[in-house]
């Protein structure tokens, strides 16, 4: 099954760019920018990568990002989850990215977008792989600062597919932040939070009823109100639920019992993301192998949640079609 899963056109909706960030990769950027890090070596950083819950991550994560202080820095951050995403047979990607955490160090705006253009160009041309960029708003700061960065991202707005809500879920409801998602409606971008990691079904109704999304990332908790999930299928609202990190976060205790096969039976539209990779042990691929395995996913639910990850995209209708188009291709190849 995992020759079928690789081989399988895939796209990737729910990953945070900064979470692509590997302890290597970080050591290489701390000697680059003389910072001294809080940790002896590659192997003490990912021993700290034990967590309880979503918060115990965020601090661990927030402070990793603070190495990344370059045009080059982010380039090549995005050039390293490129590479791995290529080579798990991913395609296209829809990328977070979290300018607060770094304009909030005194770096310019501008210098984390160029950097992660320059990745996602290079992907483009080197590995064929096709990718959207999407400003995530970090929930635990006021809306007033979500608003300047939507202001400082205006001269971006033709570059930028979308933007998000992230960070620390339970106590930052979606209805914090209307008028910022409101006003990023009005400039034609996209719109997707996360919803239902750990906080409850409310938060999710609260970003389809309030800030009016066109994804839900995680969702895991709309399972606890059946017409809520009525709704979502009905709707055909696209869920982007990240199995390795729902484990290393706690949100589910044994990927035997995790959620996504029962979402797919109810006909929710789930896809398969690796949220924070570097963190949670696992890219792309590592998800989909370890989900199949122990949810005993057969070749249908596969091939459903590939074609998910397509028509949940911002992709062109004319684009989907082709990525459909390719995955019945290789199915039919690989009987
Ligand atoms: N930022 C990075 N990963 C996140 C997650 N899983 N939930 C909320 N905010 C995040
Ligand atoms: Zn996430």
Redesign the pocket.
Known sequence: MNAFINGLPKAELHL?I??SLEPELMFDLAGRNKITLPFASVEAVRAAYAFSN?QD??DI?YQGAQVLLTEEDFRDLAMAYFRRLAADGGVHAEI?F?PQTHTDRGIPFSVVIDGLLAGMAWAERTLGVTSKLIL?FLRHLPEDAALATLKAAEPYLDRLTGVGL????MGFPPSGFVQVFTAARERGLKLVA?AG?EGPPDYIRQALDLLKVDRI??GNRALEDHRLVSRLAAESMTLTV?PL?NLK?CVVDDLKTHPIKQMLDLGLKATINS??PAYFGGYLGENWHQTAAALDLDRTDLIQLAKNSFTGSFLSPADIEGHLARIDAYVARSV
Do not use: K
Request: proline share 0%.
């Open positions: 945070h900064e979470g979503l991550f965020l994560y977070f979290d995530c992230d960070s620390s879920e996360h990691e990332d995680h990240c990190s976060l949220d924070d």
